[in-house]
């Protein structure tokens, strides 16, 4: 019996849980969904381009990436093409991983204080 590849249904939820995560894994799609989410509805490729300073074909292949995880859709109108998240979920994955980010930077800038606040140490002599 030949091996086939597994499709999304019999692959764990974990390894479609990873493979979503390493579509994230990438500041310029980071930022596209911010863009995307702030939009709060379909936006044009421009507008995305202009926001994030990218070339086109740059773009284009991060776009692509988001599309084949099924984390935005796309629309062509005329000769312009509309981006939005997928899910309105996505928009809440981005605040919660800011929320996580913003509270452990807290607690290492804590840290760093509480070391700042110890008495100097002497080196040995």
């Known amino acids: 019996m030949p091996d086939r590849v597994p499709d999304a249904a019999d692959r764990p939820l974990y390894e479609i849980k990873a493979n979503l995560f390493k579509a994230l894994a990438h500041p310029a799609r980071i930022r596209v969904l911010e863009i995307l ?4 509805g379909p936006t044009p490729v421009s507008e995305i381009l ?3 300073d990218l070339e086109a ?10 599309k084949r995880h099924h984390v935005v859709s796309g629309h062509r109108v005329g000769n312009a093409v509309f981006y939005q998240l ?5 928009s809440e994955l981005l605040v919660i991983a800011r929320t996580f980010l913003a509270d452990t930077l807290g607690a290492q800038r804590d840290q760093l204080e509480a070391i700042k ?6 080196p040995p002599r």
Do not use: F, I, N, Y
């Open 50 to 52: 202009a926001d994030t």
């Open 37 to 40: 989410s702030a939009a709060g």
């Open 57 to 66: 074909t740059l773009l284009s292949q991060h776009l692509a990436v988001l």
């Open 117 to 122: 606040a110890l008495p100097p140490v002497q």
């Open 86 to 90: 997928a899910h309105p979920k996505v």
